[in-house]
């Protein structure tokens, strides 16, 4: 539950800021949220839109011709579902959603008929609103707030197109603007999965009695197994990669990738001899910890027989989280917390400012603070090892300065260092 501030309490907090930067956060927020909560609403509808357009094509690359009864009774024509694209979308995702009707729907009597493609499509959950994103006069971001275990998060972008707000592009997956502790985990859970499938792909090699091999610099391929030869594909495994990592391990993945397979005449090669694979056991999860406004660090919450606790560093890429490098360790303690939220509400504020002063009064008085481990990392915000009102003074500091600031907003630790 989170602790009030007293008058008093606010009044001494807010005395160590500027008054034009207090006056600024006032009404600079005021103004942001209500133009916020405009555009939130109007994305949501929009989605929710795009929802129905989604049902209504997902058979589009479907070889199957089994027609169904489009139950919805805003669409009785196949005209009218154009119409209804063109009033969602925009640019290139408009023209190959209006494309993609002529292979999903059909008319029959009077009847419109959508094509089943026999499997599911990811939905836009909105019941939990969304968070807006690089707005700006012309476009801005929409994410989603809610997922279920058949729909991640979805984001799309928004296109201002004669006077209306239209979806140009939109992708489902998990995003940095989803941050409570409980999605930075679930995150971590699915790029550490994936990275798995990674590194088990990269240990594959063809066996030292291959018979028809090839050799590409100096270096013996065999002929891949059927099964690889009908899954691997250099150009998609790049892509997978760089869908989960970052940076130098994203680079260093792709070299990998390039050095043990080789494509020729539509055949995949594989290098003689496979080689061990790193073994994440996330059968219990991930912890979550070291949260910044970039990145964050996860630990899987079981032991590896093999390898020990898996640990990934995630960096912000493209508004998504990505691993930017990984490890193993053999303890497993590292608590869950993230610089200057003490409270853990995903906010740093000036309630985290004012328990921190609390807890500097009370243990001065030789009292317990009562901050357990992780509330101690958070408060401690100039890492000196002490809690103290110079603690509190920073965070509030940033309070400010995260409320005034509406672009290119630096973390706390960015903001401390500078």
Request: hydrophobic share 35%; aromatic share 10%.
């Amino acid at each position: 539950m989170k602790k009030m501030i007293s008058c008093l309490t606010a009044l001494t907090l807010l005395a160590s800021v500027p008054t034009a930067a207090v006056y600024a956060a006032d009404t600079n927020t005021a103004t942001a949220a209500t133009a916020s909560s405009s555009t939130s609403e109007t994305a949501a509808a929009k989605l929710k839109d795009m929802n129905a357009i989604l049902s209504l094509t997902e058979g589009a690359i479907s070889t199957d011709d089994n027609f169904v009864k489009v139950e919805d009774s805003r669409f009785k024509t196949v005209a009218s579902v154009k119409s209804f694209i063109a009033d969602t979308c925009t640019g290139e995702l408009k023209d190959e959603l209006l494309a993609s009707c002529a292979d999903c729907l059909k008319e029959a009597n009077g009847v419109l008929y959508k094509k089943s493609s026999g499997s599911l499509f990811f939905t836009f959950l909105t019941g939990n609103g969304v968070i807006i994103t690089d707005s700006s006069d012309k476009s801005f971001t929409a994410v989603t707030q809610e997922n279920d275990e058949m729909n991640p998060y979805g984001r799309a972008e928004f296109s201002l197109e004669d006077g209306k707000w239209k979806i140009s592009s939109y992708e489902f997956g998990y995003f940095t603007a989803n941050k409570s502790t409980d999605d930075l985990a679930e995150a971590a859970y699915v790029r550490i999965f994936h990275l798995q499938s990674i590194l088990e792909t990269l240990a594959y090699g063809a066996p030292a009695d291959s018979k028809d091999t090839i050799t590409v610099n100096g270096k013996t391929y065999g002929k891949a197994s059927d099964e690889i030869q009908q899954s691997f594909s250099m150009y998609l495994f790049k892509e997978y990669i760089t869908e989960h990592c970052t940076g130098e391990l994203r680079e260093s993945l792709i070299k990998q990738a390039e050095e043990r397979f080789i494509e020729q005449d539509e055949v995949v090669y594989a290098v003689i001899g496979a080689r061990g694979a790193y073994d994440f056991n996330i059968s219990g999860g991930v912890n979550v910890s070291n949260v910044t406004a970039n990145g964050f660090t996860a630990t899987t919450a079981e032991k590896s027989d093999k390898d020990g606790y898996g640990r990934i560093d995630l960096a912000a890429d493209n508004g998504k989280w990505l691993i930017k490098s990984y490890d193993f360790a053999e303890t497993n303690d590292a608590p869950s917390y993230n610089l200057g939220d003490v409270d853990s509400d995903t906010k740093i504020d000036a309630v985290d400012a004012s328990s921190v002063l609390t807890y500097y009064a009370l243990t001065s008085t030789k009292k317990d603070g009562g901050f357990n481990e992780a509330q101690k990392l958070a408060a401690d915000v100039d890492k000196n090892g002490a809690i103290n009102a110079v603690d509190a003074s920073n965070i509030l500091s940033y309070y400010a300065y995260t409320a005034t600031t509406k672009e290119n907003v630096k973390s706390f630790e960015e903001y401390l260092s500078k």
